[in-house]
C-alpha cells in the first residue's frame, strides 16, 4: 500500500500533484489536479500538454464529448508517455486535454481511468490517501 498526502482547495477539493512527461522525455512538468471520482477520464490543460510537445491539432486524434459541471464540451484525447501521480507512473495514459474553470485552481482531473486500478481509502483528518493496486494495468505507449 502507497499513502500519498493531499491539500484541498478553497473549495475542500481534494488537491494532488501529478508530473506529466514530454512526448519525448526531454521534460516535464508538474501540476495540480483534482482527485474526481465522477470524472472517468483524466483531463489535462490542454497548454501544458502543448508545452510538453503533444500536437492537439492533429486531425486523427479522436474526441470525444462529455459532460461536465457547466455542461457538454468536447476534448481532444491522447495518450501521455508519461503520467506520475499519488506514488504511481503510467505510460500511455490516454487523457482528454479540457481546460477547467479557472475557481478550480487546479490544471486538470484525476479521473477514473487513473483510479479505478486502485482500491483508495482517503483520510480527511490526515490529508492522506491509500492507494493499493487492484491489477497488473500498464498503460503501453503508441506513439
Known amino acids: 500500500m502507497h499513502q500519498t498526502r493531499f491539500a484541498l482547495s478553497p473549495d475542500r477539493l481534494i488537491m494532488v500533484q501529478a508530473t506529466i512527461y514530454a512526448l519525448d522525455d526531454s521534460k516535464h512538468v508538474t501540476v495540480d489536479l483534482i482527485l474526481d471520482t465522477g470524472a472517468s477520464l483524466t483531463t489535462l490543460n490542454p497548454d501544458i500538454l502543448s508545452d510538453l510537445g503533444y500536437d492537439l491539432s492533429d486531425p486523427n486524434l479522436r474526441r470525444i464529448d462529455f459532460i461536465t459541471a457547466n455542461g457538454i464540451t468536447n476534448a481532444e484525447i491522447i495518450a501521455v508517455r508519461r503520467l506520475s501521480v499519488i506514488g504511481h507512473t503510467f505510460e500511455g495514459m490516454e487523457v482528454a ?19 479505478s486500478c486502485f482500491d483508495i481509502s482517503i483520510n480527511y483528518s490526515k490529508h492522506t490517501i491509500n492507494t493499493e493496486p487492484i491489477s497488473s494495468t500498464i498503460f503501453s505507449f503508441t506513439p
Do not use: I, M, Q, R
Open 97 to 115: 486535454a479540457s481546460y477547467l474553470p479557472v475557481e478550480t485552481y487546479a490544471h486538470g482531473l484525476l479521473g477514473a481511468n487513473f483510479l
